[in-house]
């Protein structure tokens, strides 16, 4: 299973060398950056110290939902409570979450949003769940470096090698398919939206066995209403 760091225009240098630090820290190597501020400047070279091949390394995408396009599972991190979605997870939540996906899942990303504003109300919409790290007080906040850190640590144990399997790689994108097959059954049959963002948040937590089984009713539901088409 490949873990993949998203930050979203990112403004400040230092915090994307933080960012880099704790990736490589916590055996992590993949981060992606939409429309980021200067990160190769002086400033996150030296907030990187010896993560500068992570830096380099960093893959640059103009939106998120380009950054997201190749993920079976995208986690959204937020500060504040969010409507869009009804149920939020501390990060030992989604490292359950995460490991109990098992082989229906090949690539999954962290989503940070901007220092001041997050992540957008229109993003939300690429985020399977989200997170939140629980904080006692208020103020002062974590910064965006910080944040990393945590869930990097963490998140941690996803960064040892996976046992090999004899499983091909197009069984690890169930998930993926599960849910492109279920929005799909939902807008045939006419399921109202609040309804169908839920199920669809719900189907994101699932962990192996469920999202085996539910993958194969659903394939078998959809196949029956295209023949009745």
């Known amino acids: 299973m490949n873990i993949h760091f998203i930050l979203v225009e990112p ?4 915090n994307v060398g933080a960012a880099a630090r704790a990736l490589k820290t916590m055996g992590f190597n993949s981060l992606r950056l939409v429309n980021p ?3 190769l400047s002086d400033k996150a070279k030296m907030l990187a110290h010896g993560s500068n091949d992570i830096l380099t390394g960093a ?27 009804f149920d939020i997870y501390t990060p030992l939540q989604v490292l359950d979450i995460i490991k109990n996906k098992g082989d229906t899942i090949h690539h999954a990303a962290i989503v940070f949003g901007r220092e001041d504003r997050g992540i957008l109300s229109s993003e939300l919409r690429f985020c399977d769940v989200l997170s939140t790290i629980p904080m006692k007080a208020k103020y002062p906040s974590l910064n965006l470096g910080q944040s ?23 069984d690890t994108c169930q998930l993926r398919v599960l849910k492109h097959t279920a929005a799909e059954i939902m807008k045939l049959i006419g399921v109202k939206t609040t309804v169908a963002n839920r199920i669809m ?26 023949r009745q088409e």
Do not use: W
Request: aromatic share 4%; proline share 6%; charged share 20%.
């Open 37 to 39: 501020c200067d990160y």
């Open 59 to 85: 893959k640059l995408y103009p939106s998120l939902e380009h950054a997201v396009a190749d993920m079976d599972l995208v986690i959204g991190t937020t500060a504040k409570n969010r409507l869009a979605k």
């Open 11 to 14: 403004k400040c240098p230092e």
């Open 201 to 226: 948040e719900r189907l994101a937590t699932l962990g192996m066995q469920d999202i085996h089984l539910v993958h194969s009713v659903c394939a078998r539901v959809f196949s029956r209403i295209m």
């Open 148 to 170: 990393v850190m945590l869930y990097a640590s963490t998140l941690s144990p996803l960064s040892l090698p996976a046992p090999k399997t004899a499983k091909h790689e197009t």
